[in-house]
């Protein structure tokens, strides 16, 4: 680990963390307020609705994120005319919002998949309790079964955006400047292994603060399970 | 005594065997080229290797008397490939630069490059310069000494790269970039095609003198030195001009 | 239409067959890499168990810094950085194909999740069964090969089946270095004939087939696994 290296590349590599760490926050943003109305349309009696947002969850689960990216990037560039038209190039054109784009929907479809299972897995009588109270469709998803289903989602969606975090290194290969993209820059002038290990000790810090807040958060929020004698 | 006398058996093992590496016979050289870079290596439609760097360096093994066999490598790691022992030679429109000499040696050059922007038709550049470029989003191929070029001197633009030259045609063509850095030869061959009707070049050449030379193992002084004499002898008994004319009608020597 | 699906034909005009080449080595490359991930997880399981500290402490640091690191970033340091250490330590220049660094750094990657899913299997099954076992007079090797391994392979079988599907999807990744993989053929296509959008989404249908077939496949891998016990 050369200081000249590092006097070289330092600077741009903590700017390739800020690049990271912006993909992550807003796709996983983007995607857990995506990931509501997928859920519910998963769990809706209308068959269009359950179809569609099947058929969406099963190719965004099913198919590699690259070969994700790849159709978004180099495909809309087949299509820049018709983006063109409709006053959309710009937003395609760039290819770090290409890359937010398909992070944002592959998220959405795994997170909509944690959302489902936890909201299934509250006890039926929870919504019955609430309806036989006079309560209205929203509040009891907002106020009863979306707080419960959160605290047993917390720790799948936690594990969801570990994997965004490791995922999002696939922007490098777009042309995105994230922690891959300075490193691989930075390898093909020095051919110094160590500028790869420099990227894996910021990887291993993003990963490390991340279940850190994790973990503080799902103490925070069954305060009241540690309370009752529920939880240690 | 018996574990004394393993020690001096595999001692002297190892000086021989070690010996015998360092007094190597070429027989045969391994030559190591992108396979993605027209005119100079290709892969053509049956699968096999073909350009300017292949007939160069086929010439030049006939002349060493060596017997030459082709490898495909992707371009960003060309080089470690060479130094993990992959191949032996680097033939692939390789730019002789003090950077790379710290890793690798090279041969004399067997010819020379220019860097030139290719933009579309209907651009509005005409200055590109460092200043006339600021803002713009210029594309390279990765690893090249245009991708370094771009990076040490045009600070004020966006800057792409690329894992082949092909890729950065393709967004140059879709319009992800304003202009693209590249060597002239591919870029010139890129323009006649039907791909490059959008573009054209722009200004003047930023580098003339990009000596383009072959890339060995800084051990294998001998090779280089096998190189570097069939080369003399293909220049002076014309091989390489009938090869130069096979692809261009001037000299790019 | 027609034009488009002219091009996956097979023969010397379509990319029909290089694609299946490229499926092909896909499915061998996982196929490769999942006795390695399995054994090493398992490995990595027992030690995660063990008695001794220093076991226990290897197996957590194994596991947490393979899960942390993007697989991508994995696979370019074994294939660079392993090319560069075998040729260090043997003295001469040793080379590693790319398809065994893609064995190597999915098959690590692979076996740290792996060791996650083993250790709960192996928590789960209850201490008497290994002392009903003892007591029969059994010795430790033909407990573990009889009465522990089959109630293994039941509890541990839907989260390798999960993990199973991950590494088809990962093997995308090997298309940077360089191996002929999918996705990589199907770059190639795309650079040839222009049309990323139609070829990517073939290759993502590709991706698909092949999770299908493998959740059918684990599915009865899971039945049988079952057979004997009454599920509640």
């Excluded at chain 3, 293994?152 to 990962?170: E, F, I, S, Y």
Aim: glycine share 8%; net charge neutral.
């Amino acid at each position: 680990m050369s200081a000249e290296l590092l006097e070289r590349y330092g600077v741009r590599m903590l700017e390739g963390l800020l690049v990271t760490v912006e993909l992550v926050l807003i796709s996983v943003t983007l995607g857990a307020i995506l990931a509501l109305p997928i859920a519910l349309a998963r769990l809706s009696p209308n068959l269009a609705l359950r179809g569609f947002s099947f058929g969406y969850v099963y190719f965004f689960r099913g198919t590699p994120l690259l070969a994700q990216l790849f159709l978004v990037y180099y495909g809309s560039g087949q299509f820049r005319h018709v983006f063109e038209s409709i006053g959309l190039w710009w937003f395609f054109r760039d290819a770090f919002y290409c890359c937010l784009l398909t992070f944002t929907l592959n998220t959405a479809a795994y997170q909509a998949e944690i959302l489902r299972g936890a909201m299934a897995s509250v006890p039926r009588g929870q919504r019955e309790a609430a309806m036989a109270l006079g309560l209205r469709g929203p509040v009891v998803l907002f106020k009863v079964i979306l707080p419960q289903a959160l605290i047993v989602a917390l720790r799948p969606l936690g594990n969801e955006v570990i994997l965004m975090i490791k995922g999002s290194a696939v922007a490098s290969i777009v042309t995105v400047f994230d922690i891959m993209g300075v490193a691989d820059l930075a390898f093909a002038r020095s051919f110094d292994l160590s500028v790869y290990l420099w990227a894996a000790v910021l990887y291993l810090i993003l990963v490390g603060l991340l279940s850190r807040l994790w973990n503080f958060l799902e103490r925070k929020l069954t305060t009241h399970l540690a309370v009752a004698g529920v939880r240690a | 005594m018996r574990t004394m006398r393993t020690i001096i058996a595999s001692a002297v093992a190892l000086a021989v065997l070690t010996g015998l590496a360092s007094a190597k016979e070429w027989t045969t050289v391994r030559i190591g080229t992108e396979g993605a870079y027209p005119p100079f290596n290709f892969i053509d439609s049956n699968g096999e290797l073909q350009g300017f760097d292949v007939d160069i360096a086929k010439a030049l093994c006939e002349k060493m008397k060596v017997e030459c066999t082709f490898v495909a490598q992707d371009w960003d790691g060309i080089i470690p490939a060479l130094t993990a022992g992959k191949y032996d030679a680097i033939v692939a429109s390789m730019s002789i630069t003090d950077e790379r000499k710290q890793v690798v040696d090279f041969t004399d050059k067997y010819y020379t490059n220019a860097l030139t922007f290719v933009a579309p038709k209907d651009t509005d550049i005409t200055d590109v310069s460092p200043q006339g470029l600021a803002g713009k989003m210029l594309g390279a191929q990765s690893s090249t000494v245009s991708a370094q070029f771009l990076e040490d001197k045009y600070g004020d633009s966006d800057i792409k790269l690329y894992p082949t030259q092909d890729d950065a045609y393709l967004d140059l063509a879709s319009g992800r970039v304003d202009a693209v850095l590249a060597d002239v030869g591919p870029s010139n061959l890129w323009l006649a095609g039907e791909d490059g009707q959008c573009c054209a070049f722009v200004g003047e050449a930023v580098v003339k003198d990009d000596a383009i030379g072959i890339a060995v193992r800084k051990e294998d002084t001998d090779l280089k030195e096998m190189f570097n004499k069939a080369l003399a002898e293909i220049i002076a008994d014309g091989t390489y001009e009938k090869i130069n004319e096979k692809y261009f009608p001037f000299s790019i020597y | 239409m027609g034009e488009l699906l002219r091009l996956l034909s097979f023969g010397p005009d379509g990319w029909g067959d290089e694609i299946a080449s490229g499926a092909w080595l896909t499915i061998r490359l996982a196929l490769a890499t999942l006795p390695f991930g399995i054994a090493l997880g398992f490995v990595a399981a027992l030690a995660r168990n063990s008695y001794r500290p220093a076991l226990r402490i290897a197996g957590v640091v194994f596991g947490t810094l393979f899960r942390a690191l993007p697989e991508l970033l994995t696979l370019l340091l074994v294939y660079y950085g392993g090319q560069a250490l075998l040729s260090g330590i043997a003295g001469t220049a040793i080379e590693v194909s790319a398809f065994v660094a893609g064995i190597v750094a999915l098959g690590l990657v692979f076996s740290a999740y792996a060791s996650e899913v083993f250790l709960g299997a192996l928590r789960a099954i209850s201490r008497g069964q290994y002392e009903a076992g003892y007591a029969l007079g059994l010795r430790p090797f033909t407990v573990l090969r009889l009465i522990i391994l089959p109630q293994l392979v039941r509890l541990a079988l839907p989260g390798l089946a999960n993990l199973w599907l991950v590494l088809l999807k990962d093997t995308s990744l090997v298309s940077v270095i360089a191996l002929n993989d999918l996705l990589r053929e199907t770059s190639v296509a795309v650079r040839a004939t222009k049309e990323p959008f139609f070829f990517y989404l073939v290759a993502c249908l590709v991706y698909l087939a092949m999770s299908m077939i493998s959740s059918v496949g684990t599915a009865r891998i899971e039945r049988w696994s079952e057979r004997g016990t009454s599920r509640s």
